[in-house]
């Protein structure tokens, strides 16, 4: 094209609009839409409400990792949502926000207005990118602060009991419980960033706003699955699972950085596709909305390519095993029994006893020798033994374990009445859940040290 | 310093892959003229608009807006306001909200109009805290204008801002637009509706496949040699129809109509044999009630163009 020379008429020259402005206006329709105002409203009062429930009824959430703690300390309500929020609220909502962002203008025929307000798609992107992850931020944050401050108020600041049995302070556990938040952000931001891609690449398709919610499912079934552990590792929701490593003592902070790590690499990876793809989008056709082979080969690929890299990279460090052998559980299951009879010794008066004194220890075997000592699978069998001063018989105990590909375990006990005979257990304020009845645990999937 | 024009447009060439949208298209619009688009679906009318709104760059050809030669997308005027198919507006924001929203994304609160001012000037005070969910096409279409004129437009870009409009926001918008132009804001703006563009455009470009095929003032279409068909409503019918047969240059058409039990004549002349024709009816004493074009001298030769189309 030829430039030509003229006087011009006494007109503004083309301005950009700045991100701050772009961004307030993207925030300004976000939150314009009832389906986010409802969101808000949802995220700052259902957990208040469900922890509220939850403390006056008899039953508890056992299934999920804490649900069993919750009438004991007001830690346990957070942690169960976050469990909850990792499976399915953080998903749907990085989809509704994230996931429809872009999409939205596709669908309401917005594009060519927008663009010519504010004369660059980057600061489009930018603009669009921060406001959902604002909205997102404020979501996460109602979750966080509902589920805690109806904890505290509802049951009480209170000890928590660690995935090793280990008793956590009100203040320990009120450190962990924010560290576990503030990791699940990682996964958090992979997911919205696959819902910028899927809402620049798919337009107007559901597709666009499903595809944070999708992934996160097939995520989820594939960790149910007998896959490796580097695979598992390097998938980018690990971390809505690896928080548990927090409420160990020590700490399994492997796996934890690993997922956080893998999950902020596809949170770039994915936020770069989506600003490659859309900053090349042709607006002068309204109906065409930018989907087509190109987002899948541009889109897809690139982060398939980035899973296989990632899972060689961490195959090094965590072996290609399912991470879960006899050694491990052996050890998981001793220790925590041992936290666990220290925590029932004090609830029911007797004379304290240390670790060192009880000696537990733990022989486990798998599917009753038939198969090999390793794996998930709900036929480990653990004989525990554990030492009394002043007693010359060891006393001992059978727990039945049900070990998930996570490392995640129930264990359900048969000893004796005076230990794990009973369901609850008397104490001097009345009876309270016998804590060596049955416990959940967490076995870490990296190799041991 | 001679004013330029609001547009100036040589050899405007855009393809869209294969397909040539615009094939060579030259076009001037002055400050403060109000200049309509018109041709058949597919024509290149979007194209055109989009690319003076800097949607899109042209593939060939140089393009001057408002004086300041446009090399790149997005780099048009502040100056320029508009929009193509259809106004940009959000459904779940008020009017206000809208138009809100739209100028604290410019800032600069100088360079933009009162917004109670603009939303009063299209007529829509009424619904101003009403969500646009609710609005019909022609409030939208309103709504659309009011946005483009927080800008305070030196080029006004409007596609077909007619549409779905009644009579009231016809008026609100055309009074508008006038306003405007008298001010000194070119206005460029498509229709399909042949009338809109005749009773508000001093010019015109009729674009076909690309291609203009007419540019320049609408009475220009009109010229002293075509032959227009006329409806002429007279006192006397039968006397109007013998002087009609009598003057040279006139042919009655067979299609007879009636309009409130009283023949029409439907003729077809060129201009100056109409001038004959009507000063014999006066001679007569005959009395002209009704003398006006079956189409509008626009319409005949937007359709002229839409049956050359067909044909080739």
Known sequence: MTATAATTIDAPVARKVSVARGYRFELVKLLSQW???????????????????????????????????????????????????GSWALPLLTSLIAGDVFASEDRLGTWRHLLVAVRSPRRIFVSKALSSLTVILVLVIGLVVSSTVSGLLVIGNRELIGLDGHLLSPGHAAGAVFLAWLCALAPTLALAAIGLLGSVALGRSPMGLLLPAVVALAMQIVQQLPVPVAFRLALPGYAFISWNGLFTSPAQRGPLLIG?????????????????LFVRRDFTNPTHDGSGRRALTAGLLPLVGLLVVSTAVIAP?????????????????????????????????????????????????????????????????????????????AGSAIYQLDINPLGRYVSDGDGPKEVNGFFLVRTPSGDEPNPLWQFDGNIELLPAK | MDTPPAVRARGITKYFGEVVALDGVDLDVAPGQIHGIVGPNGAGKTTLLGLLLGLAVADRGTLEILGTPVGRALAVSDGVAGFVDGPGLYPSMTAKQNLTALAALRGDPTQTMNIDEAIAQVGL?????????????????????????????????????????????????????????????????????????????????????GRVAFSGPISKLASEDSELDYRVLTSKPAAARRIARQTHGIRLRDDETVKDGVELLIISAPIPSLDEFVKQLVDDGIAVRELAPVVSPLEAAFLALTEQQETN
């Open chain 1, 35 to 85: 389906r986010v105002r409802v969101l808000i409203i949802a995220c700052w009062l259902a957990p208040a409400a469900f922890v509220a429930i939850i403390s006056q009824q008899a039953s508890l959430p056992v299934d999920t990792l804490f649900g069993r703690m919750m009438h004991a300390t007001g830690w346990a309500g957070p942690l169960v949502l976050l469990g909850f929020s």
């Open chain 1, 260 to 276: 956080v790590a893998v999950s902020l690499v596809w949170a770039i990876a994915a936020t770069g596709l989506a600003y490659f």
């Open chain 1, 317 to 393: 460090v965590s072996g290609f095993g399912s991470g879960i052998d006899q050694d491990k559980v052996q050890k998981a299951v001793a220790v925590e029994f041992a936290h666990l009879y220290r925590l029932q010794t004090k609830q029911l008066n007797r004379a304290d006893v240390t670790e060192e004194q009880l000696q537990s220890a733990a022989e486990c075997t798998k599917g009753g020798d038939q198969v090999a000592a390793r794996g998930p699978g709900n036929d480990w069998r653990c004989v525990v033994s554990w030492h009394i001063p002043g007693v010359a018989v």
């Open chain 2, 125 to 209: 005070t009424d619904v101003a805290d009403d969500r646009v969910r609710g609005f019909s096409l022609g409030m939208r279409q309103r709504l659309g204008l009011a946005a483009a004129l927080l800008t305070k437009p030196k080029l006004l870009i409007l596609d077909e801002p007619s549409n779905g409009l009644d009579p009231a926001g016809k008026k609100h918008v055309y009074g508008v637009l006038t306003r405007l132009a008298a001010d000194g804001t070119a206005v460029m703006l498509s229709s399909h509706r042949m009338d809109d563009v005749e009773q508000l455009c001093s010019e015109v470009t009729i674009l076909s496949t």
